[in-house]
């Protein structure tokens, strides 16, 4: 921990400043810390450092609600978790938008590192609280020169905050250096929040109509809203997502909003206050003035159904002699990485858990259990790709959650397979596993694969054993890098690229090898719907996991060529088996961003 200059440390959560393990701590005086210094076994640092790492780790294994580019500036963000891609950067403005919520959350996870232009700031609107801002940095972060920042950085590596830079929050390296020159850190308590002693009813604001009913055909229009409006708005959203407060006007009598959707689209307008989410809602469709207006929808005077209904039904098959029943394992639904009322809970068959809840994006999921590595779990949910859940008020969902029993591995250590010779025509060897003297091979016939694929023209083709990427799984915290080849040797460093597959980000099948006791001794872990980033010198590739299966070393049908881009990841089977393992495990991935 370094210091430059008269930096000041404060706050009513706590201006401390400390390192643990160790002692070097310089440049204090001058700075001045209110919290006092702390080094080595002294309290509270082993605590605190325990509770950053925790908190790091819980962050990054959380599924993203939203992933975006790696630049923040001019953004406008609502509560959720960020996925950045490659290194974040901000320059100018970022603004957090809490929609009239104090208690709303925001966690940005970057795949590497953080830096932010001089005079760069971050503002907080609508509620928003810097105590629950967290920024999660793979590696290092850099705070530009009197800019200003908000939130709580922890960072893999270091950070190092540049002259007169303000930090509303916390810094907190893991492995690496602070280092600090003439700043300003407050980090302060979240603020009570009194709720109203009044709330006025959700159906006391309403809408008469709209006018135009007929709307222009392209460009900017304004859209007034006539009705009844007693209660002061928050916010207010077209189409779900939140416009800025210069876009919309309020008055007892009218709401006037400025949409650029475009001639025919559908429009839904939102209104929003802090207690009561919806005040009032009226969908119309903007078309040519020929066209005979459509009669605006009046809000009912009957209760509006605020609520959702998720069922999960847990179902187990029982294939190799097993006993399990639904109630052996543990169902999960999360909300934004958190619990919903009611969960964790044990299984049960139909018609299962039922959980009532707001509208808005869930996960479904399973608690690791004595059982997680004797079944592999699927999901089945009406109308849906993965096992993300998007809700809206009404709706009423069923989860068919599924455990089928996996082969129970012999206890017999199998004969070694022997090595085909080298002349073998169409057939690649891919080193898997070396264990107890015991070489582990997987044939893979290559016969319909044609030459690697090149993303671009500025791509240069590498030698085998070298690096082509890196390969990220946020669910499973892993980051590695990948070779080019499949041998024994590639392996050794990282996850291996068959070569008679195309390069990532190509429309075909990429296929990627790795050991089961090293690089993927955690992919039995992943679900549908789990992300799988890749980075190349061509760009940054993000995967979404469509299914999970395990088949016979001689199956070829895994790496055939796929029409669209495709993302193959291939481990040998069981995961602790002893000896050569019989079977193969397979995760496939379609491309959904680049």
């Known amino acids: 921990m370094t210091n430059t200059g008269s930096s000041v440390i404060s706050g ?37 450092l325990i509770s950053a790492q925790a908190a790091y780790t819980s962050g990054r294994n959380q599924v993203p609600t939203t992933v975006i580019g790696a630049g923040l500036g001019g953004l406008i963000l609502g509560e959720g978790a960020y996925a950045v891609l490659g290194s974040a950067t901000l320059v100018g403005n970022l603004t957090l938008n809490g929609g009239g919520n104090p208690n709303a959350v925001f966690i940005f996870d970057t795949a590497s590192d953080l830096s932010t232009a001089s005079g760069s700031t971050v503002t907080l609107t609508n ?115 939140n416009i800025p407060t210069t876009n919309w006007v309020q008055s007892t ?57 998720i ?40 018609p299962g858990r039922t959980y009532i809840v707001a509208p808005g994006t869930y996960v479904v999921g399973e608690v690791d259990g004595a059982l997680f590595s004797k079944y592999i779990n699927s ?65 893979i016939e290559t016969s319909k694969l044609s030459a690697p ?3 671009s023209a500025k791509y240069v083709p590498v030698k085998l054993g070298e690096s082509i990427g890196i390969i990220s799984i946020p669910k499973l915290s892993e980051v590695y890098p990948i070779v080019q080849g499949t041998d024994a040797k590639d392996l050794e460093k990282g996850v291996g690229h068959f070569v008679g597959s195309v390069m990532p980000g190509v429309k075909d099948n990429t296929v990627l090898a790795g050991h089961r006791d090293s690089v993927f001794s955690k992919l039995g872990k992943l679900v549908v719907g789990d992300l799988v980033t890749i980075s190349t010198s061509d760009g940054t590739f993000i995967y979404s996991v469509t299914k999970m299966k395990i088949v016979l070393p001689t199956d070829k049908t895994v790496i055939v060529p796929t029409p669209n881009a495709t993302l193959t990841l291939i481990t040998c089977y069981p995961f602790y088996y002893i000896g050569s393992a019989p079977k193969r495990y397979i995760v496939s991935a379609s491309l959904v961003n680049q």
């Not at 629950?132 to 950085?153: E, I, K, P, Q, Y």
């Not at 069922?311 to 543990?330: E, M, R």
């Open 453 to 455: 694929k090149l993303p």
């Open 379 to 443: 999901f089945d949910i009406q109308n849906q790709t993965t096992n993300f859940i998007d809700v809206k008020a009404g709706d009423d969902i069923t989860v068919v959650q599924t455990n089928t029993e996996l082969a129970v591995p012999t206890a017999v250590v199998p004969p070694v397979t022997p090595t085909p010779p080298a002349t073998t025509t169409g057939v690649a060897l891919v080193q898997i596993y070396h264990m107890n003297n015991f070489q582990e091979t997987l044939a």
């Open 12 to 48: 009513s959560a706590g201006g401390l400043v400390g390192v643990t393990p160790g002692s070097a701590i310089t440049g204090f005086p001058p700075g001045t810390a209110t919290g006092g210094i702390v080094t080595g076994s002294t309290a509270p640092g082993p605590a605190a």
């Open 253 to 309: 009598t009218k709401v006037t909003v400025t949409t650029t959707v475009a001639s025919t689209a559908p429009v839904t307008i939102q209104l929003y206050n802090g207690s009561i989410p919806l005040l009032a809602v009226q969908t119309f469709i903007c078309a040519p003035a020929a066209v005979v207006p459509i009669v605006p929808v009046v809000v009912p005077s009957v209760p509006t159904v605020t609520t959702a209904t």
């Open 311 to 350: 069922h999960v039904i847990k179902i187990v098959n029982n294939k190799y002699g097993g006993t399990a029943v639904p109630g052996d394992f543990q169902i999960s639904l999360r909300h934004w990485g958190v619990d919903v009322a009611g969960s964790p809970d044990v299984g049960m068959a139909s």
């Open 127 to 241: 509620g928003t609280q810097a105590c629950n801002v967290f920024w999660l940095v793979g590696t290092s972060a850099t705070l530009g020169t009197s800019s200003t920042f908000v939130g709580h950085v922890i960072a893999g590596i270091a950070i190092s905050a540049t002259t007169a830079a303000h930090v509303s929050g916390s810094l907190v390296a893991l492995t690496g250096a602070v280092t600090l020159d003439s700043n300003t850190i407050t980090n302060d308590n979240c603020a009570t929040v009194v709720p109203p002693s009044v709330v006025s009813p959700a159906q006391t604001s309403t809408i008469d109509s709209v006018t135009p009913a007929a709307c222009v055909t392209s460009g900017p229009t304004t859209v007034t809203l006539n009705g009844s409006f007693p209660t002061p708005l928050t916010s207010v959203s077209i189409n779900g997502t």
